[in-house]
C-alpha cells in the first residue's frame, strides 16, 4: 500500500509526514528495551530478524550491531532513504526494503520480527492482518520480540492497546516465553510493556502437523 492509498483509506500519510519533518516518534536511538534485550542475550546473534515499520532504523541498526543479518521495511519511501543513509554513515550492513509489512509476501521468512511502534501506530483495524502478517513473515519455532505501548489513548496514532488484548491476539499462535516491564524513553517510562513470544508448531487447540 503505497501512502495515498494509505491516506484515502483513512490512514496516516507517513510519507507526508517524514518529508516534513513531523516525526515526534522520532527519539534519535534504538528503544532502551530492545539494547538491554540484546546485551542480555549474546548467544542469539547470526540469526536473522525483520524490523516492520521500521523508521529511520534505530532498531535495525541495533540488531545488526548485535550480529544480526537485519532487515527493516517501511511504507515511507523517505524514512527507507533515511534509514539506508544513517546505516552507510555508521559502517554497518542492513537491507531496508519499501513496502507494506502487513500485505506483502516476505522476501524469506526470518528467525526474528522485531515490534516496536508499528502495532500502535497502525488502525486497530487492521490489527488482525498485522497478526497474520507477523505468522507470515516469521518461521515455524521463530521468535516474536515486542515492545508494546500499553496507553488508553484509542484516538492515535498512537492507539493504545492492554496485555488482555495482546494476549487474545498472539496466544493462540505464540508462547509466550517471557515478560517484563523495559527500560523506555523518558516520556514512556512505565507505560512499555516487553513480550517475547515463541511461534507455536501448530496453533493451540489445532491438531495437525505444523506443516
Not at 103 to 116: A, G, L, N, T
Not at 176 to 187: D, G, T
Not at 195 to 206: A, C, D, F, N, Q
Amino acid at each position: 500500500m503505497d501512502a495515498q492509498n494509505s491516506q484515502a483509506n483513512g490512514e496516516t500519510d507517513w510519507e507526508t509526514r517524514y518529508q516534513a519533518k513531523d516525526m515526534p516518534w522520532e527519539k534519535g536511538e534504538p528503544s532502551p528495551g530492545l539494547v538491554d534485550f540484546l546485551a542480555a542475550h549474546p548467544g542469539l546473534s547470526g540469526s536473522t530478524v525483520c524490523v516492520p515499520g521500521c523508521g529511520t532504523g534505530h532498531d535495525v541498526r541495533a540488531w545488526a550491531r548485535a550480529g544480526f543479518s537485519a532487515m527493516g521495511c517501511d511504507i515511507a519511501p523517505t524514512a527507507i532513504q533515511l534509514a539506508e543513509e544513517r546505516t552507510h554513515a555508521e559502517g554497518l550492513v542492513a537491507a531496508f526494503r519499501l513496502g507494506d509489512f502487513l500485505s506483502d509476501e516476505p522476501p524469506e521468512r526470518f528467525d526474528w520480527v522485531f515490534e516496536h511502534t508499528l502495532y500502535c501506530a497502525i488502525n486497530p483495524n487492521r490489527r488482525g492482518d498485522y497478526a497474520n502478517a507477523v505468522l507470515r513473515w516469521l518461521k515455524r519455532g521463530g521468535d516474536y520480540l515486542a515492545v508494546n505501548y500499553l496507553i488508553p489513548d484509542q484516538d492515535g496514532p498512537p492507539f493504545g492497546t492492554i496485555r488482555q488484548e495482546l494476549w487474545e491476539r498472539f496466544s493462540p499462535h505464540f508462547e509466550l516465553l517471557s515478560e517484563w516491564v523495559p527500560r523506555s524513553y523518558p516520556n514512556r517510562a512505565g507505560l512499555e510493556l516487553m513480550l517475547w513470544w515463541r511461534r507455536r508448531s501448530v496453533p493451540r487447540g489445532v491438531v495437525g502437523d505444523g506443516k
